[in-house]
């Protein structure tokens, strides 16, 4: 074959899974596959159709159109729905990407597509953290450096330079089949080193290629969900959580001490201001521990004052290293509502709320607990009335966080209940100054 003809193929190859992917991302209900890690098989089988039709058409095109040998990515579409979708579904896609090949008497490519697509959803199983199947790049001197930085005190085989040279092994194994086994198998017959090494890099770019397109959906899909459970959450904040029965309650017990302590009932206009100052104002997604706490503190204060400091008791166990990192914002205020509402309301003599934070194997670790009545049998971690709750909660975690972060409910029918949720260590985010020296007056006093 002329080897201008190859390089020309080359480029069209890479631009031919651009479009395809390009096209794919179109599809509202393309787009909600992607976006789900979990998927069922019904889900699997249609995100394989998705990807196998088109690319299935164009080994159509290159057994139609004489030298249009850049149409035919078969190999590499059965490859791209393993590691999206997994191992039955890479299966089903490698043997509908071999329907049109199999009409041209080419009858091992069947068994070796989908023996393909079946072995890349292996990787993905075998992968720790499904975003590095997203994150992939074809250069892999990036892969190493990025290897080399994570892994320089423990190395580890990592997942990205497996990938790559599994589609390199692939590449070589359709080269050397289709050669032995003369028009059983399509491949592309380099006339030099030169063009040997186009098509194999060409290979791994046709399969990097979508998955970054994909990633960029992905990663704005993310967005929109956070952004409107954030907006969610704002809003039930302002019709639950300071509701009008709060607020009564909270002028009630200012109107009783008007006459006999003046003082504190100044202090809790002062702290019913920051609260409603806090979720009006336009915050952002995230805030550090340290000022999350004040607006707990605030919270707690008028809480305390309304329930009696007999009938509701904080307790604090932080550990200093947590308070500079970064949370959700607005996260702890609904598990300390419903601690408050549902564990301690009912019991007559009231009881505590235990505040715990610390680092545990690199992950900061939230703990609210009291020993209310706990969870009463068919009720439901979240009873109605329980603003955001802990189903939103949890929700917020799996968008912002996937499979990194996660939340624990245990609870004892009678003794309490206790919340933890664990979240990747993230660097500090900044701060005002105003909110540091408030958090640490109010420790100091509190100590």
Known sequence: MDPRLISVSLLVRMGVAAAVASALVRSKYFKTLLYREDRNTTQAIHLALFIAVPFALGVVVRMSVRNFIAADLALESAVLIGVIAGRGAGVVGGVLVALPSMLQREFLSMPFYAVSGYFAGVLRDLAVNKEDVWSFTPFLDLSIYRWIRRNLDRPRLDWQISFFFYIVLLHFLQLETGRIFHGRLFYIQPTGWLSALGLYAVTVAAVAIPLKIWNNTRIEQKLEEQE????????????????????????????????????????????????????????????????????????????????????????????????????????????????????????????????????????????????????????????????????????????????????????????????????????????????????????????
């Open 228 to 447: 409107r459970l954030l907006l969610q959450a704002r809003m039930e904040a302002l019709q639950s959580q300071i509701n009008p029965h709060f607020l009564f309650n909270t002028l009630n017990s200012v109107a009783s001490l008007v006459r006999f302590d003046p003082e504190m009932a100044r202090v809790l206009i002062v702290k019913l201001a920051n609260i409603l100052r806090r979720i009006l104002r336009r915050g952002d997604s995230f805030n550090q521990l340290r000022e999350e706490l004040v607006f707990i503190d605030d919270y707690l204060d008028i809480e305390v004052v309304r329930f009696g400091r007999d009938k509701l008791r904080v307790v604090k166990d932080l550990d200093p290293e947590t308070l500079d990192l970064a949370m959700p914002s607005m996260l702890l205020q609904p598990l300390v509502e419903n601690s408050i509402k549902h564990g301690l309301s009912p019991k007559i003599e009231g009881g505590s709320i235990t505040l715990r934070s610390r680092l545990e194997n690199g992950a900061l670790v939230i703990q609210v607990e009291d020993d209310g009545i706990g969870i009463v049998e068919g009720a439901g971690p979240a009873p109605a009335g329980s603003g955001i709750g802990l189903a939103n909660v949890a929700e917020r975690l799996k968008v912002l966080y996937g499979e990194n972060a996660k939340m624990q409910v245990e609870s004892v029918n009678g003794k309490g209940t206790r919340v933890s949720i664990t979240l990747p260590m993230v660097q500090s985010v900044d701060i005002d100054d105003t909110t540091r020296r408030v958090y640490e007056e109010r420790a100091s006093t509190r100590s």
